[in-house]
């Protein structure tokens, strides 16, 4: 709560609470045994409620998590599995590049993983392009997401309030950077 609370009131700060729901895949007896489920996020922006996002949606987020300790990711080629690795120690950088008023921003992302299940013979360079092609894939898909909703689930907007903040007071409306 913490946390939240501090990031709430950050001018250009994109924060989240999750939600929960219940299960009944488990059984105690005959009885349905009811647990918590994350089923997803509600993003709050500029001290108001933004919307939310279904779990199946957020899976990019964890690879923008400066704090991530250890995740699992299936390397795919052509929709078949051919390794899964445990992804480590990241070191994300976020640089905004502003040309004629207009705002991209590039995210320099690298990882440390380790193979630990190898399902077909393939070189680890290979494999390298494939997690990559993954985690590009899942990050894009949460940031569309995020967009159709008009969120900016990774806080595109505080970056560029940190490292621009006449340029960010400029576009932003709101709040919030479009």
Do not use: C
């Not at 004629?100 to 440390?112: D, M, Q, T």
């Amino acid at each position: 709560l913490f946390q939240f609370e501090t990031r709430f009131y950050e001018p250009g700060e994109t924060t989240y609470l999750p939600i929960l729901g219940l299960s009944n895949t488990w059984k105690q007896g005959d009885q349905p045994l009811e647990q918590l489920k994350k089923e997803g996020l509600a993003f709050f922006a500029n001290r108001r409620y933004i919307g939310k996002i279904h779990q199946h949606d957020l899976m990019g987020l964890r690879w923008m998590d400066k704090d991530l300790e250890r995740a699992t990711l299936s390397a795919k080629k052509d929709n078949d599995i051919i390794a899964k690795i445990v992804i480590t120690n990241p070191r994300i950088k976020i640089t905004p590049i502003l040309r004629n008023g207009k705002i991209n921003f590039v995210l320099k992302l690298k990882y440390s993983g380790d193979v630990f299940q190898l399902y077909q013979n393939f070189s680890l360079k290979e494999i390298e392009k494939y997690a990559e092609k993954a985690i590009k894939q899942e990050i894009m898909q949460t940031y569309q997401a995020g967009l159709k909703k008009g969120i900016d689930v990774y806080g595109l907007s505080h970056v560029l309030y940190r490292k621009h903040v006449h340029e960010w007071k400029k576009i932003q409306k709101n709040g919030i950077v479009p």
